[in-house]
């Protein structure tokens, strides 16, 4: 007997929807050529991988064309962990007098790990601190940047904790250096409507996996006029900014679940935005000792992290899971230890609040009854664990 699943873990990775899917059949099975073939078995997935790159730019708002009506700020990449890569990369490379990078402390892995790779070979990174409802210190950010600056890179919304941080001003804040800036807005694509052509967002990354698409492939935006790198070099494919062979299937399918995205973000956003709100009315109706964190008047409509004091995140998931409902902790197991993560440890939570936070991440696919589901379970699931924790008092 299949187990009923109740999903709220949208952000860590989403189902593929089924119009996508089956966008993406015919390309697995009977247009399975190579899109540089001379042959027009092959050669004709050309004109189909562009149609998808036109797609992705409509989300983004991305409106310039060149004189063959071709998207060609849009490249094709794996995921966006390669985005990221390929644009500080690209911006160091191309800036080569520059050697220093701004971010913030609240940045994904992707961009934090990098970074720290890049200090290591030589270059200067200074990291921008929030406050306690994981907002950023405009004023740090503004005195970090200077003539030194190649690039600034700030994620548009948080992964943890939903805020959506101010992209335009901190682009233009690094243009007065003349800095290129750069965005992660894997979390916000699809969630947060975006115009690149009035943007001064020089390069800005998305991962289909988090709208809908399969697993494997990404993008990333470059402006036009923003000279770039390749970060993977190999044979002329995306223009020679990005070598091998094109992930076709998986490009159709980005194409189909941006358009899907695009049409239907106004009814998305106020689908989620209830059970969000839904949510965390329940709980804290329900539930004593807790604290929702982030910004709550700029924060993803999807998102909401909650912090349960004096139990582990962990010990949570593992109960909640007994009932079928997926979420995520804000806590990383590391070797040896068990830390908060590292954006509620730059936002100054304490340990007793950190360790017990769980982040409920929803899509258009969730119900109504679904989150009821889950403010009936987790009041015993919390009950039971405080029972057990020698730091709760009643």
Same mark, same amino acid.
């Given at each position: 007997?299949?187990?009923?699943?109740?999903?709220? +873990?949208?952000?860590?990775?989403?189902?593929?929807?089924?119009?996508?899917?089956?966008?993406?059949?015919?390309?697995?099975?009977?247009?399975?050529?190579?899109?540089?073939?001379?042959?027009?078995?092959?050669?004709?997935?050309?004109? +189909?991988?562009?149609?998808?790159?036109?797609?992705?730019?409509?989300?983004?708002?991305?409106?310039?064309?060149?004189?063959?009506?071709?998207?060609?700020?849009?490249?094709? #990449?794996?995921?966006?962990?390669?985005?990221?890569?390929?644009?500080? *990369?690209?911006?160091?490379?191309?800036?080569?007098?520059?050697?220093?990078?701004?971010?913030?402390?609240?940045?994904?892995?992707?961009?934090?790990?990098?970074?720290?790779?890049?200090?290591?070979?030589?270059?200067?990174?200074?990291?921008?601190?929030?406050?306690?409802?994981?907002?950023?210190?405009?004023?740090?950010?503004?005195?970090?940047?200077?003539?030194?600056?190649?690039?600034?890179?700030?994620?548009?919304?948080?992964?943890?904790?939903?805020?959506?941080?101010?992209?335009?001003?901190?682009? *233009?804040?690094?243009?007065?250096?003349?800095?290129?800036?750069?965005?992660?807005?894997?979390?916000?694509?699809?969630?947060?409507?975006?115009?690149?052509?009035?943007?001064?967002?020089?390069?800005?990354?998305?991962?289909?996996?988090?709208?809908?698409?399969?697993?494997?492939?990404?993008?990333?935006?470059?402006?036009?006029?923003?000279?770039?790198?390749?970060?993977?070099?190999?044979?002329?494919?995306?223009?020679?900014?990005?070598?091998?062979?094109?992930?076709?299937?998986?490009?159709?399918?980005?194409?189909?679940?941006?358009?899907?995205?695009?049409?239907?973000?106004?009814?998305?956003?106020?689908?989620?935005?209830?059970?969000?709100?839904?949510?965390?009315?329940?709980?804290?109706?329900?539930?004593?000792?807790?604290?929702?964190?982030?910004?709550?008047?700029?924060?993803?409509?999807? @998102?909401?992290?909650?912090?349960?004091?004096?139990?582990?995140?962990?010990?949570?998931?593992?109960?909640?899971?007994?009932?079928?409902?997926?979420?995520?902790?804000?806590?990383?197991? #590391? @070797?040896?230890?068990?830390?908060?993560?590292?954006?509620?440890?730059?936002?100054?939570?304490?340990? #007793?609040?950190?360790?017990?936070?769980?982040?409920?991440?929803?899509?258009?696919?969730?119900?109504?009854?679904?989150? +009821? *589901?889950?403010?009936?379970?987790?009041?015993?699931?919390?009950?039971?664990?405080?029972?057990?924790?020698?730091?709760?008092?009643?």
């Amino acid at each position: 007997m299949k187990r009923e699943v109740i999903y709220a +873990d949208n952000n860590a990775t989403t189902c593929v929807a089924p119009e996508v899917f089956e966008a993406m059949r015919p390309y697995l099975f009977e247009k399975y050529g190579n899109p540089s073939s001379i042959y027009t078995f092959g050669g004709e997935l050309a004109a +189909d991988i562009e149609r998808a790159r036109i797609e992705v730019a409509e989300l983004l708002g991305a409106s310039w064309r060149n004189n063959l009506g071709q998207a060609t700020e849009i490249i094709f #990449t794996s995921c966006g962990t390669e985005s990221d890569n390929a644009a500080l *990369r690209s911006a160091l490379e191309v800036q080569s007098g520059r050697r220093k990078i701004v971010t913030s402390k609240v940045e994904h892995p992707a961009i934090l790990n990098l970074c720290r790779e890049l200090e290591r070979e030589g270059y200067t990174v200074e990291t921008i601190g929030v406050d306690g409802d994981g907002r950023l210190d405009m004023s740090a950010l503004e005195r970090a940047v200077d003539s030194e600056t190649a690039l600034v890179t700030l994620m548009w919304a948080n992964n943890e904790i939903g805020n959506i941080y101010p992209v335009e001003e901190v682009a *233009r804040i690094a243009h007065r250096a003349g800095a290129l800036f750069h965005t992660d807005a894997v979390q916000a694509a699809g969630k947060v409507p975006m115009n690149m052509s009035e943007s001064e967002i020089d390069m800005l990354s998305i991962s289909g996996h988090k709208l809908h698409a399969p697993k494997g492939v990404g993008v990333l935006y470059v402006r036009r006029g923003v000279r770039f790198r390749p970060f993977i070099i190999g044979g002329h494919q995306e223009k020679g900014r990005r070598g091998g062979t094109e992930n076709v299937a998986s490009i159709i399918g980005l194409g189909k679940a941006c358009e899907l995205a695009r049409k239907g973000m106004a009814e998305e956003i106020a689908h989620v935005k209830k059970l969000r709100d839904r949510l965390e009315t329940g709980i804290a109706e329900r539930i004593p000792a807790i604290r929702i964190n982030g910004d709550k008047s700029s924060r993803l409509p999807n @998102t909401s992290s909650i912090s349960f004091e004096y139990i582990e995140g962990e010990a949570i998931l593992l109960l909640l899971d007994q009932h079928g409902i997926c979420a995520s902790s804000g806590s990383a197991c #590391t @070797t040896g230890s068990l830390e908060p993560s590292h954006v509620l440890r730059a936002m100054g939570l304490p340990y #007793t609040a950190a360790h017990g936070t769980l982040r409920f991440s929803f899509s258009r696919y969730n119900t109504v009854e679904e989150v +009821d *589901r889950i403010i009936e379970v987790l009041p015993s699931v919390i009950s039971t664990l405080r029972k057990m924790s020698p730091y709760w008092k009643e």
